[in-house]
């Protein structure tokens, strides 16, 4: 059984940093693609970036390229996202998600989200 758990959201003013974190369960964790999705009200949730199972070349929107970084720590099961110089725009619900086949970004397993808020 695959879980993912996130944390380390809050309420922070633009221009902060918040760092989330994503633990996961699971035995073959080194082997998922990673990735943080977000979904703000009112909208659609989209994808916000991706880390693959070697943990190089991660992936972004552009919305947020430069302020946010993927990583991950095989030895603990979990992933990140570190978000730098937060704007308004970036206050949503974040969830972090699991591809467990390996070599896709098919996401089938999901966290519970965690929730920031971005104030101006």
């Known amino acids: 059984q695959v879980q993912l758990v ?3 959201g809050g309420l922070v003013q633009a221009g902060d940093s ?3 974190s994503c633990a996961a369960s699971g035995r073959t964790f080194r082997s998922w693609t990673m990735g ?3 979904q703000a009200p009112g909208k659609e949730r989209e994808f916000v970036g991706g880390i693959s199972w070697l943990g190089d070349m991660p992936v972004y929107v552009d919305s947020v390229k430069g302020r946010f ?3 991950r720590d ?3 099961n979990t992933v990140y996202l570190q978000m730098n110089s937060l704007k308004p ?3 949503a619900v974040y969830y972090c998600a699991a591809s467990t086949s390996i070599g896709t970004a098919n996401y089938d397993y999901w966290g519970q ?3 920031v808020t971005v104030s101006a």
Request: charge should be neutral; avoid cysteine; glycine fraction near 10%.
């Open 6 to 8: 996130e944390s380390g």
């Open 18 to 20: 918040l760092r989330l």
């Open 36 to 38: 943080w999705f977000r």
């Open 69 to 71: 970084t993927i990583s």
């Open 74 to 76: 095989n030895a603990k």
């Open 89 to 91: 725009e970036d206050t």
């Open 113 to 115: 989200g965690t929730q």
